[in-house]
């Protein structure tokens, strides 16, 4: 598990002072998880969860501020990941923020309401009709069956956040990967 920023990671066996390797931050490995006995966010208003590696990598070298943590989220939840985000979340206060970005597609939508469930107050982040709006040039060509899911999603009113972002991807018959944002 990868993340970057000014926190520290508090262990049996000691802490692990994540500012020390900015901006690059570090890995964990998952087996670390059960021995991780607090996580301090003192410094902390805001966290955010990037699936993607490549943008990951690129938010924490151009974008990540002083007071924020960048998490690689890398997909959907194993047991063992949801352990170390619980973690996190059980660390929070009411004063930061947690957004995610991921793909502008079911699979994105899907690990948005995954994570919320972890994190209730969780915001989307680069993930809205208007980031379709600007990115459906470069977007991923859909099937029609793939549209048609999308449309049963929005006729069904899931992913309620998601409902114009979806109604673009209908539109142009382009869902949007995360890769989009760093062509400009």
Known sequence: YELSGDCAICLKKGELQLSAAEPYGLALPSTLVSEIVDI???????????????????FILSELKPQ????????????????????????IHDQIEVVFWADIDLGGFRMFEQLQTIFPSLLPMRMSSEDVINHYVT??????????????????????????????????GVTIEQEAFLLG
């Open 40 to 58: 301090e966010l003192k410094n902390i208003c805001c966290i955010t969860f990037i699936e993607n590696k490549t943008n990951y990598d690129e």
């Open 68 to 91: 924020e943590i960048a998490v690689y989220h890398g997909g959907y939840l194993s047991p063992q990941k949801r352990k170390f985000f619980q973690k996190i979340a059980e660390a």
């Open 139 to 172: 977007g991923l060509k859909r099937s029609e069956n793939y549209l048609n899911e999308v449309q049963t999603a929005l006729d069904n009113k899931k992913y309620l956040l998601f409902q114009n972002a979806m109604k673009k991807i209908l539109e142009y």
